[in-house]
C-alpha cells in the first residue's frame, strides 16, 4: 500500500471542508481512489489541480497538508493500483497448476473485456517514465516482481530458470501489447486471439539448440 496513505499528522476519520457540497468525513484511502479515477481518465499532465481538488473534496490547503503535491498523489495512486493488481495475481497464482495459472494471471494483467481505458499502471508509464525517474524506478521493480512470479510458475511447469526468464519476459511483452492493442480499439475477439499466441511460448519447456 501506498506509503501516502499513512500519513502520521492525518487521521483516517478526520472532518474538512469539501471544495464543493457539504461536509464529509475524510479518509485519505479514499480520496486517493478519486485521485486515481481522474488521473485515468484525463492522465497526469491534463489533470489539473482543481480536477484533483474537486475530486477528493479538499480544499487546495487540505491537499497540501496531506499529500504534499499533485506529483505525490500520482506516484501514491500508480502504487496502489499496482499493488492490489500485484496481490490479485498472487492470488491466481497460487490457487491453480502452474501453467494454467500462467495464462490467468496474463489474462489478469490483460482484461481484454475492460475497454479503451486502457491499464492506468501502462497508461502512466507510458506518459511519464521517460522523463519521471521515480516513476520509472517503480515501474521497473513492479514489473520485476511480476515478472518474477511468472518466472516461478514456469520453473513449477518444468522450465529451466534460463528459459523461464526468457519465456517470461516475452510473456509479459504480449500482454503489455494486447493491452495497448486495447486501447487502441482492437475487438475482444482480435485480443483474445493474440493474447492465445502464449500457447506457443508454454508448449515447450525445452531450450532450442
Known amino acids: 500500500m501506498s506509503r501516502l496513505l499513512h500519513q502520521p499528522t492525518h487521521s483516517l476519520t478526520q472532518q474538512t471542508s469539501p471544495v464543493m457540497g457539504r461536509p464529509r468525513q475524510f479518509v485519505p484511502a479514499e480520496a486517493l481512489r478519486d485521485a486515481l479515477?481522474?488521473?485515468?481518465?484525463?492522465?497526469y499532465q491534463a489533470t489539473s489541480l482543481d480536477d484533483?481538488?474537486?475530486?477528493?473534496?479538499?480544499?487546495?490547503?487540505?491537499?497540501?497538508?496531506?499529500?504534499?503535491?499533485?506529483?505525490?498523489?500520482?506516484?501514491?495512486?500508480?502504487?496502489?493500483?499496482?499493488?492490489?493488481?500485484?496481490?490479485?495475481?498472487?492470488?491466481?497464482?497460487?490457487?491453480?497448476?502452474?501453467?494454467?495459472a500462467v495464462h490467468a494471471v496474463l489474462a489478469a494483467i490483460a482484461e481484454v473485456d475492460a475497454g479503451r481505458r486502457g491499464c492506468f499502471f501502462v497508461n502512466s508509464v507510458t506518459e511519464l517514465a521517460p522523463h519521471d525517474e521515480a516513476l520509472a524506478a517503480f515501474a521497473q521493480r513492479h514489473v520485476a516482481r511480476t515478472g518474477a512470479l511468472v518466472v516461478g510458475l514456469l520453473e513449477r511447469a518444468g522450465f529451466t530458470p534460463a528459459l523461464a526468464q526468457s519465456?517470461?519476459?516475452?510473456?509479459?511483452?504480449?500482454?503489455?501489447?494486447?493491452?495497448?492493442?486495447?486501447?487502441?480499439?482492437?475487438?475482444?475477439?482480435?485480443?483474445?486471439?493474440?493474447?492465445?499466441?502464449?500457447?506457443?511460448?508454454?508448449?515447450?519447456?525445452?531450450?532450442?539448440?
Open 52 to 100: 484533483l481538488t474537486a475530486a477528493m473534496h479538499l480544499s487546495r490547503s487540505s491537499f497540501y497538508a496531506c499529500f504534499g503535491s499533485k506529483h505525490a498523489v500520482m506516484m501514491a495512486a500508480v502504487e496502489l493500483y499496482a499493488d492490489e493488481l500485484f496481490a490479485r495475481l498472487e492470488t491466481v497464482a497460487s490457487s491453480m497448476p502452474a501453467v494454467e
Open 37 to 43: 479515477a481522474v488521473f485515468w481518465d484525463k492522465g
Open 167 to 209: 519465456r517470461a519476459a516475452a510473456l509479459l511483452a504480449l500482454t503489455i501489447g494486447t493491452i495497448t492493442l486495447r486501447k487502441a480499439g482492437l475487438p475482444v475477439p482480435e485480443l483474445l486471439t493474440i493474447l492465445s499466441q502464449a500457447q506457443l511460448l508454454l508448449a515447450d519447456t525445452t531450450p532450442s539448440t
